[in-house]
């Protein structure tokens, strides 16, 4: 028997819930970041492994737009990879350069990806995979985490400025923009999602993506909280923290 499609709005609802459930939020090592109870060295992790991530977004982005057959579409999407890349303004990638310029790290390092997690690579990795093989509504609603960005990129900031004396504002300078640019994207998609997926095969598509993103952020928390937080086992390699934690 076909199962019945959710509304566009239900499908909404549900969308919500898995973020409320399965979003980065909730995973303890952003809970220590937040509240103020990591060293530099630890964060300084963070920043080299976020940059991986950072910088497959961009290629994953010109993934989906090989992938987009309506110019309409493709117009829209390709503003991510400028928001990323750069075009007139410096853009995304060299902001979260300034963060690891902040934190002391070395930029050729950073750029060239040393020391960064297996685990990082291989999660970002399957980003990559994901939007390249599933369906193109599943790739686009994969995007979709970016509903649940602007309030842990606020509490994120707030709280890093308040405990952590080595960072300062500018440092932090690529989430300013992203308070604007994720709602904005992240409404557009949602839109088209919901305007997309109007079979019951399709809705679970876009669900299941979600839930996979969740898991590819969820997974890159998790191996900095076991190398760098507990217990301890920093992978051969990987970026160990100096005198600086
Ligand atoms: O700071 C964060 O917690 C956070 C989360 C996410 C996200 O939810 O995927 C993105 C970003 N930042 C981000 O800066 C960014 O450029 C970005 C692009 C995407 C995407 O999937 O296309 N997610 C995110």
């Given at each position: 028997?076909?199962?019945?499609?959710?509304?566009?709005?239900?499908?909404?609802?549900?969308?919500?819930?898995?973020?409320?459930?399965?979003?980065?939020?909730?995973?303890?090592?952003?809970?220590?970041?937040?509240?103020?109870?990591?060293?530099?060295?630890q964060?300084?992790?963070?920043?080299?492994?976020?940059?991986?991530?950072?910088?497959?977004?961009?290629?994953?982005?010109?993934?989906?737009?090989?992938?987009?057959?309506?110019?309409?579409?493709?117009?829209?999407w390709?503003?991510?990879?400028?928001?990323?890349?750069?075009?007139?303004?410096?853009?995304?990638?060299?902001?979260?350069?300034?963060?690891?310029?902040?934190?002391?790290?070395?930029?050729?390092?950073?750029?060239?990806?040393?020391?960064?997690?297996?685990?990082?690579?291989?999660?970002?990795?399957?980003?990559?995979h994901?939007?390249?093989e599933?369906?193109?509504?599943?790739?686009?609603?994969?995007?979709?985490?970016?509903?649940?960005?602007?309030?842990?990129?606020?509490?994120?900031?707030?709280?890093?400025?308040?405990?952590?004396?080595?960072?300062?504002?500018?440092?932090l300078?690529?989430?300013d923009?992203?308070?604007?640019?994720?709602?904005?994207d992240?409404?557009?998609?949602?839109?088209?999602?919901?305007?997309?997926?109007?079979?019951?095969?399709?809705?679970?598509?876009?669900?299941?993506?979600?839930?996979?993103?969740?898991?590819?952020?969820?997974?890159m928390l998790?191996?900095?909280?076991?190398?760098?937080?507990?217990?301890?086992?920093?992978?051969?390699?990987?970026?160990?923290?100096?005198?600086?934690t």
């Open positions: 028997m076909e199962s019945v499609p959710l509304s566009p709005d239900a499908l909404e609802a549900r969308l919500r819930a898995i973020g409320r459930d399965r979003y980065h939020h909730r995973h303890p090592f952003h809970v220590l970041m937040r509240d103020g109870e990591l060293g530099r060295g964060i300084m992790a963070w920043a080299l492994n976020r940059y991986h991530y950072q910088a497959v977004v961009p290629r994953k982005d010109a993934a989906i737009l090989s992938r987009i057959e309506d110019p309409a579409l493709r117009r829209a390709r503003q991510r990879l400028v928001d990323q890349d750069g075009a007139e303004a410096p853009g995304g990638l060299a902001r979260w350069l300034a963060l690891t310029d902040g934190l002391g790290l070395d930029r050729g390092d950073v750029v060239a990806g040393r020391g960064v997690l297996p685990a990082t690579r291989f999660a970002a990795d399957a980003y990559l994901f939007v390249r599933r369906p193109l509504v599943a790739a686009i609603a994969s995007s979709l985490t970016e509903l649940f960005a602007p309030s842990i990129i606020a509490e994120r900031v707030a709280g890093m400025l308040a405990h952590y004396p080595f960072i300062r504002r500018e440092t300078a690529y989430f923009t992203r308070l604007t640019e994720a709602p904005r992240a409404d557009f998609a949602l839109a088209w999602v919901k305007h997309e997926a109007r079979t019951a095969a399709e809705q679970e598509l876009v669900l299941e993506a979600l839930s996979f993103k969740c898991d590819v952020l969820w997974a998790d191996a900095l909280h076991h190398a760098y937080v507990a217990p301890g086992h920093v992978p051969p390699g990987a970026f160990v923290p100096g005198a600086e």
